[in-house]
C-alpha cells in the first residue's frame, strides 16, 4: 500500500500549480476569491460580473446557489492558508483524490480481506489517466470520488449509530459535491433494503453470526443494519432535500428534460459509451461471467468464489452505472452528455476499481501467474474498455433523428489498444509547461493594460479575471435571467454595454457563444467612432487543461481522440474611443 500511496503522490502532486486554470477552474477559484471577500459565492465583486452561465445558477442578490458549493469553499480555506495561486486553488481537490486511492485500498481489502486484491484495485486507479486528470483539477471531480468511496465503505460497515451519522454527513457532503452525488446515496438505500449482503460482518456465510438466519432470512442484526441505514437515510433527507427545493428552478435552468423514449435511448446509449471508454466495465462484465460459470462447478464444495457482501459491492457498482445512466438520459442532451463524460458521476472510476480488483484476484483464485498478467492487462491496455472494440466505420448514429450518439475512437492506432501513450504523455507533462492560449494573453494585460482598463471577452471570463484583475465588459445580456436584478442591484453601465472598452480578447472558435458575436460588436464600435487596431495574436488551443481525457490537450498541442482545427489564431485588440486622452504604459 506505501508504494501505491507513494506512486499516486507523485502523479498527484508534482507540479501541481504549473498550469493555467481552465474556463471551469477559473469558475471555482473566481468565486472562492470572493468568499473570502463576502463569505458567500457572490458573481459581483464591485469590479467584474463573474458569472459564465447567463446568470442561470445565482439568486436575486447574485448569489450562487445552484452549483455545487462545497468546492468553492475548500478553494477559499486554501486560499486564505495559502495565497490566491494554481497550486493553493488545486490543493484541496488533489489531496481528495490522493485520499480516494488510500480509500480505495482500505474499502477493496475490508471487503475481500485479501491484500493482493485491494492492492489490484488501488493500482488500477492509479493508473488510469481519466482518474489522475480529475484529480488535479480545480474543480469537485476528485471531492466526488473521495466521498462516494468513503461512503460505500460506510455502507458495508453500518454497525452503530455513530456509522449511520457519518452515512448521513458523508452523503450530505457528497450531495454538495455535486448534486448528481444523490443518484448514488439512492443507489446504496435501494440496495441496503432489497439486498440482503449479510450485514456489516465480513462474509457472507449463512450463520447468524454473519447476519442470516439458518433458513436464509433476514436475521436481528440485519434489521438493525436497516434500521441504522434508514436513520442515516432519513438525516441525509433532511439536510437535501429542502435545499434541493429551494435552488430547483436553477438545476431546471442547466437541465434538458427527455421528449421521447427513442431519445431516452438514445441518451442512455451515450452515456454507456462514456461509462465503458475510461473505466474497466467490460473487463468487469466479463470477469463477472466467469464468475458465474466457475461458481456452478464450486457449488457443491460449498465454496462460492465471491461472498454475499463481494457480490455486494458488485452489484451496487453495476446499478450504480445504470442509474447515473438513466440519471443522465432524463436531464442531459446526449451533445452533453458526449461533452462532460463522467464529470458528473466520477465516482465510476474508484467504484470500477475496486471492483475489477476484487474480481481479478478472485477469478484467478489468487495464483499470481494468472492475476498479475490480469492486472497488467486491465491497468496497461484498453481491452477492458470499449475503445478497442469499436470497430464499425460509422463512429456516430442517431436513434430519434435528432441527438446523435458517438464514441471516442482513437486517432492512432497504438492508443487504440495500449493505454501506455497516454500516461507516459501525462508523465511527460509533470515536468512541462504547458501553456494555452489564456496564459499568453493573461502574460500580455499583465504587461501592457493599466488596472482600470475594460476588456471584452468572449471566452475564459473567471480565469481571466483571476489572472488579470481587470474589469470586464459586456457581462450581462438583457436576456439573462439575472438582467432585472443586477439592474436594480446599481452594476455599472460597462457591465452591460461596450461603451469604454480599452482591450478586446478575441477567441474566433468561441464565436457566438452566450450570445457574443464578434463582427456585430465590432461594428457597433465602429458605429460608435471607435477605432479598433490589431495588436497581438497567439495560437488557439482551444482548451488550457481540460479533464476528460477525450478533449485533453497534452504538452505540444498533442490530442489522442480529436482531430481539432488549431489554424484559427486568438486575437488582442486596442480600442480608441473618440475625445479619450489616455496616458498608457
Known sequence: MLFVAGLGAVLIFTNLGSDYLWEDEGDTAAFAVNIQKFGVPRAWDGVTFIDSDGGAPLNDNLTLISHPLLQYYLTAASFAVFGQNNWAARLPFALAGWLTIVIAYLCGFDLTRNRWAAFCSAILLTASVQFLLYCRQCRYYALSMLLSTLLVWI????????????????????????????????????????????????????????????????????????????????IAAVFVLPWIAFVRSGYAVHSEPVNSITQFFGRFAQYAVESTSVTPLIGIVILSAVVGVLGKRRVEQQEPLLDRRQLGFLLVTLVTVICYAVAGAISESSDDIWRVGLRYSTALLPLTAIAAGMLIVRVSRGRIA??????????????????????????????????????????????????????????????????????????????NANANDLVLTNYDWQPLYFYTRLPQSLRIFPDYPIYQAAKRKGLPEYVFNIDGVRWIFWRPVWDGLWGYVGSDLQRDMRSRGARITPIAQFPETIFENRPEIHYHRFSGGRYFYIALDNSSTAQVFRVDWPGVLRSDR
Open 370 to 447: 494468472i492475476w498479475v498478467p490480469l492486472l497488467l492487462i486491465f491497468a496497461f491496455t484498453k481491452f477492458a474498455q470499449l475503445t478497442p472494440w469499436i470497430f464499425w466505420v460509422e463512429k456516430q448514429a442517431t436513434l430519434d433523428g435528432k441527438e446523435i450518439v458517438r464514441a471516442h475512437p482513437a486517432l492512432d492506432n497504438v492508443p487504440r489498444y495500449l493505454a501506455i501513450p497516454e500516461q507516459w504523455a501525462f508523465v511527460q507533462d509533470l515536468g512541462t509547461e504547458n501553456s494555452g492560449t489564456l496564459a499568453k494573453a493573461c502574460e500580455f494585460f499583465k504587461a
Open 155 to 234: 455502507f458495508f460497515n453500518l454497525r452503530s449509530i455513530q456509522s449511520a451519522l457519518l452515512f448521513a454527513i458523508v452523503a450530505v457532503f457528497l450531495f454538495h459535491s455535486h448534486p448528481f452525488g444523490i443518484v448514488f446515496v439512492g443507489v446504496l438505500l435501494l440496495a441496503g433494503f432489497v439486498y440482503r449482503h449479510g450485514g456489516s460482518v465480513n462474509g457472507g456465510g449463512g450463520s447468524r453470526r454473519h447476519g442470516l438466519s439458518p433458513k436464509g432470512g433476514a436475521s436481528g442484526c440485519e434489521r438493525i443494519n436497516r434500521r441504522y441505514l434508514a436513520f442515516g437515510g432519513l
